[in-house]
């Protein structure tokens, strides 16, 4: 944090060479399992991480032919949000659908 300090004539000077860094950005991921419907990851895909049909269908393809798909790349404590959402959605529709972070 820059820290203010006084000049010769009194005004507030503040020390810009302190730089504020960017978050660190996380991928959230999306694991392919035998029992999760590609109805449902699409839908997960469009209402928790705002994806469009076509987007939403294309990350949904990947997780099922690649094994995982990239959902978004956000800041920690979003991602986390998002992991717990996914977690929390899928079981209590009674789906085992995983979904991680690693660091982008």
Request: hydrophobic share 40%; proline share 4%.
């Amino acid at each position: 944090m820059a820290r203010p300090r006084n000049n010769e004539e009194g005004q507030v000077i503040v020390d810009r060479a302190e730089q504020v860094r960017e978050p660190s950005m996380f991928m959230v991921l999306l694991h392919n399992d035998d029992y999760t419907t590609m109805d449902f990851v699409i839908m997960i895909l469009e209402t928790i991480f705002r994806k469009d049909q076509t987007e939403a269908t294309r990350i949904m393809l990947n997780v099922h032919n690649q094994g995982v798909g990239v959902a978004s790349i956000l800041p920690l404590e979003i991602a986390e949000t998002k992991v717990a959402e996914v977690h929390d959605l899928a079981r209590r529709q009674g789906f085992p659908l995983r979904c991680s972070l690693e660091k982008a």
